[in-house]
């Protein structure tokens, strides 16, 4: 939220959620404030199910949606209605406008969510289900929670979402799962159809539609542990990638905390920063790789992931670092031997950030040693042995030992 005083003693602004139903979904407080606002917000659909009620100005929402927001907020201390689909602070603009009108300058009045009525309609408790907004956003955004037995509720952009879903169902191994597309939900266009995904055909499909997911995984689906240390093979890599032991251990000492930025310089294939952003939505990443093949690498392992909103950054440490937002914690794994680049991740650093870098060479060792006496911290060696065949028995096969070195900067 932007630092804005409220108008004293003032609601001036009132977000109205309206559902399929229009005049008649709305109790009497919220008919009689869209009937006396002097401006009325909202989008074409919401206009049309509530011209019954409207006498003052009609403003539709405009692109890009900063301008409309701009509008609201000239009219500061004035009557204003927002009208939204639904409950607006649930991925709706009631979260939007929250970030410049404080909560004493408004006042909703919400109607229930898609998500509520989907759940209602199919019999689902909704704190058992998992709910996600695909609405303008990446439908790689499901990957991670397509778990078998799984129930998911999916806020779609169109009529062209479900059988996408579908198709990305179809392709990862979860072919008969089941979904269940709920179109205009509360009105007089209701309507309720499923399809296993292996054979979608839903044709005429209502733009305002939410999916339903009943997941059932084949053989061979892509299901992605909610553990750190993920398998080697789920990524697409070079030989470049911190292996699976190493990762789960590095993960513990970045210690993932809400909201928090990491940095991951020499990504290679990305692995860290995604299994950072997996730890919690909340958690992103800008991940620093020169090789052109490999930031397009990361790429897709991080849409295949279902973080597809982590950051790229294609250029070499530490030139590249100036002018990236301000990290609160920072792994060096590939980059971390290159000249100059500990000092300026440790002048980057946040007061109270955290500093990991694993190294496999001699050289990196060397350089880790030297910070550990500089600066303290804590300073681990990290050796793996994997059983593998000799002949015609099994013997341990030592894997390159990891020293990794974690510091906090005071």
């Known amino acids: 939220m932007s630092d804005v005083s409220p108008v004293s003693g003032e609601r001036w602004l009132t977000i109205i959620g309206i559902g399929e139903d229009g005049p008649e979904g709305l109790g009497e407080e919220a ?23 409207i006498s003052g100005e009609r403003l539709s929402w405009q692109s890009p949606f900063e301008r409309s927001v701009e509008a609201v907020l000239e009219r500061r201390g004035t009557p204003v209605v927002v009208l939204a689909s639904g409950d607006p602070f649930l991925y709706g603009v009631g979260a939007t406008l929250s970030r410049d009108v404080a909560a004493e300058e408004m006042r909703t009045i919400p109607a229930p969510s898609a998500f509520s009525l989907a759940a209602s309609r ?78 979608f055909d839903l044709e005429d499909i209502d733009p305002l539609n939410v999916c339903a997911i009943d997941i059932a995984a084949g053989e061979g689906a892509r299901i992605q542990p909610f553990t750190a240390g993920l398998e080697d093979d789920l990524f697409e890599h070079d030989g470049q990638i911190t292996k699976r032991e190493i990762r789960a251990m590095t993960l513990s000492a970045l210690a993932p905390r809400h909201g928090e930025l990491l940095w991951d310089i020499g990504a290679g294939a990305g692995s860290i920063g995604i299994e950072w952003m997996l730890a919690d939505s909340s958690l992103k990443t800008i991940a620093i790789e020169q090789s052109p093949e490999r930031a397009a690498r990361i790429a897709r392992n991080a849409s295949a992931f279902g973080v597809p909103h982590l950051a790229i950054v294609e250029g070499s440490a530490p030139d590249v670092l100036k002018g990236l937002p301000e990290p609160d914690v920072i792994f060096l794994g590939g980059g971390g031997s290159e000249a100059g680049v500990i000092d300026a991740a440790i002048a980057a650093l946040k007061r109270g950030g955290r500093l990991v870098a694993n190294a496999v060479t001699l050289e990196m060792e060397a350089m880790l040693l030297g910070e550990y006496a500089k600066h303290g911290g804590f300073l681990t060696r990290i050796e793996i042995s994997r059983a593998q065949p000799v002949g015609g028995m099994s013997g341990w096969r030592p894997a390159m030992p990891v020293t990794q070195w974690r510091w906090t900067k005071g």
Request: glycine letters at 10%; proline letters at 6%.
């Open 31 to 53: 008919r009689r404030l869209i009937a006396s606002a002097p401006a009325v917000f909202g989008g074409a659909r919401h206009h049309a199910l509530a011209a019954s009620l």
């Open 122 to 199: 199919l019999g689902w408790p909704l704190q058992e289900v998992t709910t996600i907004s695909l609405h303008g956003r990446p439908m790689d955004l499901i990957r991670p929670h397509l778990h078998p037995g799984r129930r998911i509720i999916a806020l779609t952009s169109d009529e062209k979402g479900p059988g996408e879903l579908a198709a990305l169902l179809a392709g990862t191994g979860f072919d008969q799962s089941k979904l269940t597309v709920l179109e205009a939900l509360g009105g007089a266009r209701e309507r309720r159809r499923s399809a296993v995904a292996a054979n």
